[in-house]
Structure formats: structure tokens, C-alpha cells
């Protein structure tokens, strides 16, 4: 079946340091994909989406590119900030569900 | 309004206990979900339901039993409960296949 892979955390950076989380995904389709954050002691909020190959998603400084030749959908932020500091999901849409990668733990210190 | 609303958030039982979830949404959604979320944060799907009628049900002990009255309500039943079914248990909804869905706060789920 259809799966997800992430990077391993936690990432640690600095406040304004560039953030990349690594995702690449297996697919015999043509999947959605998906980014999602958790928070501590929260459910998760979608974070960013893209449908199909070379589209772009972005949201709050956040952006992920899908990449159809490199099957990936990598995380990226110029400047962090330490209330990004959170649990961030790659995911792909697999007919009628959701598949999640492990998640990547993000910590920021000031 | 809160869109995917589950309660209760935190739940203690003992093993051997029978329990429910509740979940609602006000999205006018017509699939929802349930995912269990271990210690280690991976998320798995347990369930997913369109327009009231089952159509995933990912090899989930038969303890667990999900019941959906109407399109907006979702909710799951434990059997028996053991400590392996300590988890955090999220329910969802999304408009259709392939679209994003949206989560509920989840529900921490202790057996002791």
C-alpha cells in the first residue's frame, strides 16, 4: 500500500533559523498531499495541501512543493519562531483515507 | 462553533470497563473518521464512515465498534478494555475522498 515517510526528530533550531522537514511518500496513484501540525495537547490542524505535481502549497510562512520525480513534499520555513514549536505530519490521500508519516518534532528556542 | 467536537477529552477506566466516545460535527460533512494515535504520535486509521454507511474498517479488534446515528455524528464504543487501548483517539471529518480532513481535539483514552 501506499505509505509516508519523514524525517526523525526532533529537529532543534534556533528562533529565525531556516526549517526544512524532509517527506517523501510511495504512491500507485496520484495522492493529495497534505501537511499537519499538532500542537501540545491539541488534534491536528491542517497546515498546508497540494493535489497534484508541481502545485505549491503554502500557509503561514510554510511551504511545500509536490514533487512527482522525486515523490517528495518537503516542509520548509525561511524564519521560525519558537510558537512553531510542534509536531508536524506529511500525509497522503489514499482513496478514502489519510495516511500519516510518523511525524517530526519541532523544537524552537529563542 | 467548534467544527469536530469530541468528548469526553480524557478518559480513565479501569481494564475490563466498557466505554464511549462521542464525536460531532458541524461542517456538513458527509465521511468521518476515527484514528488512534499511539504513545509514539504515529496515527493509524481505525474507521471511516460516508453518509452514515461503513466503508473502512482497518483489522480493529471487534471490542471496538463504531456507530453513526446520522451524517454529523460519529461515535465509538469500547468493549472489554485492555491497556494496550491506551491511546489518544481522534475523530475527523472530511467533505469527500481525497480533501483534507479536519480533527477534533482528540480524546486521551487511560486504562489502568
Known amino acids: 500500500g501506499d505509505s509516508v515517510t519523514q524525517m526523525e526528530g526532533p529537529v532543534t533550531l534556533s528562533e529565525e533559523a531556516f526549517l526544512t522537514i524532509n517527506c517523501t511518500y510511495t504512491?500507485?496513484?496520484?495522492?493529495?498531499l497534505f501537511w499537519y501540525v499538532q500542537y501540545p495537547g491539541e488534534g491536528l490542524q491542517l497546515l498546508l495541501k497540494?493535489?497534484?505535481?508541481?502545485d505549491k502549497g503554502s500557509n503561514k510562512g510554510f511551504e511545500a512543493t509536490y514533487r512527482k520525480e522525486t515523490t517528495s513534499f518537503h516542509l520548509e520555513k525561511g524564519s521560525v519562531q519558537v510558537s512553531d514549536s510542534a509536531v508536524y505530519f506529511c500525509a497522503l490521500s489514499e482513496g478514502d483515507k489519510l495516511i500519516f508519516g510518523t511525524g517530526t518534532r519541532l523544537q524552537v528556542f529563542p | 462553533d467548534t467544527a469536530v467536537s469530541q468528548t469526553p477529552k480524557y478518559l480513565v477506566t479501569q481494564m475490563g470497563n466498557d466505554k464511549s466516545i462521542k464525536c460531532e460535527q458541524n461542517l456538513g460533512h458527509d465521511t468521518m473518521y476515527w484514528y488512534k494515535q499511539d504513545s509514539k504520535k504515529f496515527l493509524k486509521i481505525m474507521f471511516s464512515y460516508n453518509n452514515k454507511e461503513l466503508i473502512i474498517n482497518e483489522t480493529v479488534p471487534n471490542r471496538f465498534s463504531p456507530k453513526s446515528p446520522d451524517k454529523a455524528h460519529l461515535n465509538l464504543h469500547i468493549n472489554s478494555l485492555e491497556l494496550g487501548d491506551s491511546a489518544v483517539y481522534f475523530c475527523a471529518s472530511s467533505l469527500g475522498r481525497a480533501t483534507e480532513a479536519f480533527f477534533g481535539q482528540g480524546t486521551r483514552l487511560t486504562v489502568v
Open positions: 497540494a493535489t497534484k505535481a508541481d
Open positions: 504512491a500507485t496513484g496520484y495522492p493529495s
